[in-house]
C-alpha cells in the first residue's frame, strides 16, 4: 500500500533555478522523510520532518509540512545538474513506528 | 567504513531456481529491511526485521523467505513461487527501538534478472 504520492511524476528545469516537489498523504503520521535516489542506486536520507514542525531547512533544502491537508513539499534552490535523481517521500505506518510507506517518487532532470 | 552492502550487484536466475541476496551492515542498527522497486515505481516492503531472530511479512513476501540470525546480516531468498522476480531489491537499515524516528540507510542494491 502506497501512502505518499509525488507531484509531479517528472519535473526538468534549467540549472540554477529552483525545483519543487509535492507530497500528499492520506493517514495521520509521525513524521515524513525525503529520500533521494541516482539511478541504478540506492536511496539517501534527505531530510526528516516531525508532525509538530511546519518547515525545514537543510543546506539548499526546504522542506514544508501541512498536516491538515496530508501534505508536504520539498524545494531545492538554486539546482545543480548533480540534483538530477529521483527524490521519494516517505512517511511512517500506523502498525509500526518501523516501517516507511514510499511514495512513487519525482524524477529530476537539472539541464545544465 | 562504515555502511551497509548488498551482493551481488547484478544477479540472473533461471526460472524455477531459488537465489539468495546478501545484505550486511556494521552500523549496529538493530532493524532491517527489504525492499522491492519496479521500473518507474516507489518502494514495495518484502520484510523487515526489528530484532535478532525476528521478522514481519511486508506488503509483498508472498514468495519470499527471510533470516535473521546475526544483527549484521539479513539475507533475502527469492524462492521459485514468486511469480515476477525480476526487479531492483534494496536492503535497508535503521536504528530501531521504540519512539525512534527510524531514518533508513540504504545499500547500493541487486539487480535480479529472471531468464
Known amino acids: 500500500s502506497q501512502q505518499g504520492e509525488e507531484d509531479p511524476q517528472a519535473l526538468s528545469i534549467q540549472e540554477g533555478e529552483n525545483a519543487t516537489m509535492n507530497c500528499s498523504y492520506k493517514?495521520?503520521?509521525?513524521?515524513l522523510q525525503w529520500y533521494r535516489q541516482n539511478s541504478g542506486r540506492g536511496l539517501v536520507h534527505l531530510i526528516l520532518?516531525?508532525?509538530?514542525?511546519r518547515e525545514k531547512h537543510s543546506g539548499r533544502l526546504r522542506v514544508t509540512l501541512d498536516t491538515s491537508k496530508k501534505s508536504s513539499s520539498l524545494l531545492i534552490t538554486a539546482s545543480r545538474a548533480a540534483d538530477t535523481a529521483s527524490y521519494f517521500c516517505a512517511t511512517d505506518a500506523r502498525d509500526s513506528s518501523y516501517k516507511l510507506i514510499f511514495g512513487s517518487g519525482t524524477r529530476l532532470l537539472v539541464r545544465p | 567504513d562504515g555502511g551497509i552492502t548488498q551482493s551481488p550487484k547484478y544477479l540472473f536466475r533461471k526460472e524455477g531456481q531459488n537465489v539468495t541476496l546478501s545484505c550486511e551492515q556494521n552500523l549496529n542498527h538493530d532493524a532491517m529491511y527489504w525492499y522491492r522497486q519496479d521500473p518507474g515505481q516507489g518502494l514495495r516492503l518484502i520484510y523487515y526485521s526489528q530484532i535478532v531472530n525476528d521478522f514481519q511479512k511486508g506488503d509483498i513476501a508472498e514468495g519470499y523467505s527471510v533470516s535473521r540470525e546475526k544483527k549484521e546480516s539479513f539475507p533475502l531468498t527469492v524462492t521459485s513461487a514468486q511469480k515476477n522476480p525480476t526487479a531492483f531489491y534494496l536492503c535497508?537499515?535503521?536504528?530501531?527501538?521504540?519512539?525512534?524516528?527510524?531514518?533508513?540507510?540504504f545499500g547500493p542494491g541487486t539487480r535480479l534478472t529472471v531468464l
Open positions: 493517514t495521520s503520521i509521525n513524521n
Open positions: 535497508a537499515s535503521s536504528i530501531g527501538g521504540r519512539g525512534s524516528y527510524n531514518e533508513q540507510f
Open positions: 520532518i516531525r508532525s509538530n514542525e
